[in-house]
């Protein structure tokens, strides 16, 4: 029995040694993640790259409480019902089907614009005015209906719809061919530089204003560069599909991507340094006292409330690398859709339909990436901007579209040698992936250090020094107690005491 009684004893102890030892380790675990998540915050506040807290974008205009800063709500909604009430009693009827059917069509939309420009929330731009953003923002919205209704089409009906806009619209159009002839001097020809003017056309300057946009809205050259590059590496690879895309060596390399995009890339560079160094200092225009100054703030309207610089940082965390690469796929996507799309719905390149498209791209962007870069730099911004959940609709929506109606040129296989690159450049961006935020990963990022100046003190401790009851040190403990797990041993503590009391001695004599 007494055996038993000590095997007994001996199980209970190891039983209850067992669940302190558990308790012990979840206390610190606890502590560690407690430890970990005020790091986390600590780093989030020292490498966000816009002061969000003292900024917040002061929406306070100069011109705020003039006529045209006013929402008119009232005023809207009463033009708006007059203008249904003159239509359905006042007006004389038309018995033409097809005329009464665009007339509804324009005045729906119109309806639905004017209600998103009075009633829907302001976005993160007030310049030239609140109401254009808001208008691009309701307009996106209507286009992504409008691309919902396309895919549930047939490519015929989808085709015919087009022509309810332009009755020239619907036609099956001819792919240019940029390749063939590649030579820069044909002396074989009676104009010897005959491939050269082919090759230069109205396309040139909307490439290079195009990418100054594109600079502007990312504000950042390096991945307008990458975008660049990448783009023709797509032409290269899709050129079996579309004849638009095959091109010559000079002219991917030299006319796109030196000259147009790399000029853009250029001029958006030097305007971002002027927007950067400019003072944003608003007063309203009736305040001003000459008329000079009045058509200055005038102009003034059209650029920018304030700035901020766009610190990508895509290497500083593995959440903003995912978040680069997508922005980089999902831009590299809407420009193939810019092609696609005019080649599944029979749209002719010199369209008005197209630059319109682009404007609206273009304006949905700039609001995309600036609520996207918030969303990175923001540690109190939690969810996606509203512009971005509509933009990242209507690309795959898009995108949708032109693989339905176009399966038999998207379903051709890409060549062997072309797959086999793309599957390198694929695994080359995974492995350094896996090698730069997992491998190499930092486990212990340090705090920026923090210059402790004493006045008068003549005691230079290297050592922790121990403050005064009440403090509170770096880890959240009051400085002043004596049972904190992180205490200095008796030598460090005795000199702590010296420059404690020095300190005291300072802080009466100040």
Same mark, same amino acid.
């Given at each position: ?9 001996? @199980?209970?102890?190891?039983?209850? #040694? ?95 614009? *004017? ?38 089409? *047939? ?40 491939? =050269? ?19 502007? =809205? ?8 990458? =975008?660049?590059?990448? +783009? ?25 991507? @030196? ?42 309207? +059209? ?25 980089? =796929?999902? +831009? ?47 540690? #109190? ?49 995974? @492995? ?76 009466? #004599?100040?």
């Amino acid at each position: 029995m007494e055996v038993v009684d000590g095997a007994m004893q001996a @199980v209970d102890g190891a039983i209850d #040694n067992a669940k302190n030892a558990m308790d012990n380790a979840i206390h610190r675990i606890k502590k560690e993640v407690k430890l970990q998540k005020m790091k986390s915050d600590s780093m989030c506040e020292l490498k966000t790259a816009h002061n969000w807290q003292e900024d917040k974008e002061n929406v306070e205009d100069p011109d705020a409480p003039s006529y045209f800063w006013r929402a008119h709500t009232v005023t809207v909604l009463l033009v708006l019902i007059c203008c249904l009430v003159y239509t359905a009693l006042i007006e004389n009827p038309v018995e033409d089907s097809t005329y009464n059917g665009k007339r509804g069509f324009v005045a729906a939309l119109f309806f639905w614009v *004017t209600l998103g420009m009075t009633i829907m929330p302001d976005g993160p731009f007030l310049r030239p005015h609140p109401a254009l953003w808001r208008f691009t923002f309701a307009f996106g919205v209507f286009y992504e209906l409008l691309l919902i209704y396309i895919l549930f089409q *047939t490519p015929v009906d989808a085709r015919k719809l087009l022509k309810y806009i332009d009755g020239d619209l619907g036609e099956p159009i001819p792919e240019k061919d940029y390749g063939g002839n590649c030579r820069l001097y044909d002396g074989d020809n009676e104009d010897p530089w005959h491939n =050269i003017k082919d090759k230069v056309d109205i396309f040139m300057v909307a490439h290079l204003a195009g990418y100054w946009c594109k600079t502007i =809205i990312f504000r950042d050259w390096w991945l307008t560069t990458v =975008i660049s590059i990448m +783009f023709e590496f797509l032409e290269y690879s899709l050129e079996h599909q579309l004849p638009n895309f095959s091109e010559c060596w000079w002219d991917h390399w030299i006319l796109d991507v @030196v000259i147009c995009n790399g000029g853009g890339t250029i001029l958006g560079v030097y305007t971002l340094r002027w927007l950067s160094m400019k003072t944003y200092y608003w007063r309203g225009l009736y305040e001003i006292p000459t008329y000079r100054g009045k058509i200055k703030r005038f102009f003034g309207q +059209f650029s920018p409330h304030g700035w901020i610089e766009f610190t990508w940082n895509p290497l500083s965390s593995f959440e903003r690398w995912i978040a680069i690469v997508c922005i980089t =796929i999902g +831009f590299l996507i809407t420009e193939l859709n810019t092609f696609y799309l005019k080649f599944v719905l029979w749209v002719p390149p010199n369209h008005i339909l197209n630059p319109v498209r682009l404007l609206f791209i273009l304006l949905w962007g700039a609001v995309c990436l600036r609520e996207t870069f918030q969303l990175l730099d923001d540690p #109190n911004c939690d969810r996606l901007g509203r512009q971005s959940w509509v933009m990242i609709a209507i690309v795959v929506t898009e995108l949708l579209i032109c693989i339905k109606f176009g399966w038999s040129t998207i379903t051709k296989p890409l060549p062997r040698h072309i797959a086999l690159w793309w599957v390198l450049g694929a695994a080359l961006l995974l @492995v350094y992936t896996v090698v730069k935020f997992y491998l190499l990963k930092p486990y212990y990022i340090p705090k920026p250090e923090k210059e402790n100046i004493r006045v008068g003190s003549p005691v230079n401790s290297p050592v922790k020094q121990k403050g005064l009851p009440g403090e509170v040190d770096e880890d959240g403990h009051d400085a002043g107690d004596d049972n904190t797990e992180q205490g200095a041993d008796k030598n460090s503590l005795d000199h702590a005491g010296l420059f404690t009391n020095q300190l005291r001695e300072d802080k009466k #004599n100040l």
